[in-house]
């Protein structure tokens, strides 16, 4: 193993102990903290290099983790050898092994390495044999032992029988983690490990982790779907009912994410549940499986078409003996399209382990460079630390809610969706997600409308608003989150994946308007490059900003970037640099620069000065050698909106950056827009900054107070 990587090498003495979830954890904490990282599983099930084995099958929770963000290495060189080279010749094996492993482990900073499931046939020396493994590879073993079924002392007397195998191999324990406890155990658990040496961490069960989705009951019963939405096999099974009796005794037995199994000849059952889904007062089914071969006669199945059922109906040949059989002992994995698994695991993972404690323990230190992750992890640390409510006005796209899901099982912010509270609940429960503990508002009566349409009438009198407009007004999400922010119910509101730009941050012009001293509302993106932060502004408010406006966007832009821990040196870009150019717009940089001096002369500003000067220390070294921006600039102001918005992208694209934002600066509270295409992380991000955001103006606030 090269000096500079770090490995921990995940082991169990059985199967089932959820180590798949802890190696979720353990690799997610790593991507945040060094720049590549890689994942090994020494022993699978199959492999692509033996003809024997069936390759068709690959190995899921390898497949989970190469999906992370931050691990960008082929499936096949994450693999060692298979359970039948092991039986066949152990040694063989395992020298093979150590080859593959050195020959990835030579291109990462860190590994995660992944020992075997138990899912051959369990045999006493698996462990002995993942010791010998992670002794030859130099990797400390992270243990991780099921707290299922078993007493703090059961627990306890494992890890002696399992660490004591460990040592007899010559691997060293880094550290325990007791997966899969009851909850309210850990007090005692901890105390029958007070003796321990090393870490041992607890995380409570949570059943919703081995939850089957629909797509993989439907694969046991060897069904099809003939009617539903096809995304929503995704969505977790939560329980199994056989609608063999009669339908008003079925309906008493249904709860949220339940599947029933009916025969197809059963119409009455499944006309009668398809109905209930219609009413927001019964459960929401997963799915609804019509067994026995047989499936309604053409006038009904013309009903069906017309009904357009969201919910999966999914039709199988087996009959209702082996259709429940195959239902009941489907047990779901922590796969990579299970998205709310994943959010779970992660959250299980962060509440419950000391992510610090196990980086110091494997020594891994933090690079001075900056990745995409690194930033992202940062952000949702941060607004973690100090949670904030944020107001999400678009409950109806679907995007949100997932985000939504996310940010609440992660704790990152508290929430309240606009909308529809019985629609936007419904359509949640229909994805599979939990949103239970934030709030869904409506916008069109309430004390809460009424307040705010006297608030923007009063607000807006001298425009000639009465109070009736003012209702009609505020019955607009993107007004009735900005009114919320406006009066303290919210510290924050995100939105525009639904709505254009104009729509959501009107609204705040007219309502929230600017920070004392500045002129303009502007933005900035967070360029998030290989192994830096930069900050681009303003690319998405201002089209053509006066030399005022184009130094307050300078400002702002500064202390925007020193907020997201990126230390502000700004460069006015031009096609001109220093005093080699004259004409008007290369004078409008050259007089914001000189006012941005004036304003704020604890800042580093250089300008005009060309991007090549800015970013290139041997560019800079020509053309300005003694200035202090020139080659290491961090914020980059451009001169117009076409400039700006067009270099964002340019790089975006062709330097595969990542692109934050656009996030507005210069309100007194703060509202950000999203792209119409934002994805699902994007907008978890935005929420996240908005959020900090927030935390910023919260501590000024109390500065000034004192």
Known sequence: MSSKTRSVYLSSPEGETGKSTIALGVLDLLTRQVQKVGVFRPVTRNGTNNKSEDASERDYVLELLLAHDGVDLPYEQCIGVTYSEVHANPDEALAKIINRYHEMEELCDAVVIVGSDYTDV?????LAFNARIAANLGAPVLLVLSGSDRTPEGIHQLYEVSAAELHNHHATVLGTVVNRCTPGSETAIADAFSTATTPVWTVPEEPFLTAPTVRQMMSAVNGSLVNGDEA???RE???VLVGAMTFEHLLEKLVDGAVVITPGDRVDVLLGLLVAQTATSFPSLAAIILNGGFYPPESVSRLLDDINPSVPVIHTELGTFRSASAAANVRGRLSKDAQRKVDTAMALFEQNIDGKALLDALEVERPE???PLMFEYELLSRAREDRKHIVLPEGTDDRILRAASTLLQR??????????????????TELGLDISEATVIGTHSGELHEEFAAEYARLRSHKGVTIDRAREIVSSVSYFGTMMVQLGYADGMVSGAAHTTAHTIRPAFEVIKTVPNVSVV???FMMCLEDRVLVYGDCA????PTAEQLADIAISSAETAAQFGVAPRIAMLSYSTGDSGAGADVDKVRAATEIVRTRRPDLEVEGPIQYDAAVDASVAA?????SAVAGRATVFVFPDLNTGNNTYKAVQRSAGAIAVGPILQGLRKPVNDLSRGALVQDIVNTVAITAIQAQGLSATAADNAN
């Not at 020509?622 to 003694?626: E, F, H, N, R, V």
């Open 122 to 126: 369990a045999s006493p020396t698996e």
């Open 232 to 234: 929503l096999l995704g």
């Open 237 to 239: 099974v939560l329980d």
């Open 369 to 371: 460079a900056v990745t």
């Open 411 to 428: 704790q990152v912010a508290d929430l309240t969706i606009l909308g529809d509270e019985a629609i936007i609940r419904a359509r949640a």
């Open 522 to 524: 502007s933005s900035v």
């Open 541 to 544: 408010v201002n089209p053509d």
């Open 622 to 626: 020509s053309k300005l050698p003694d």
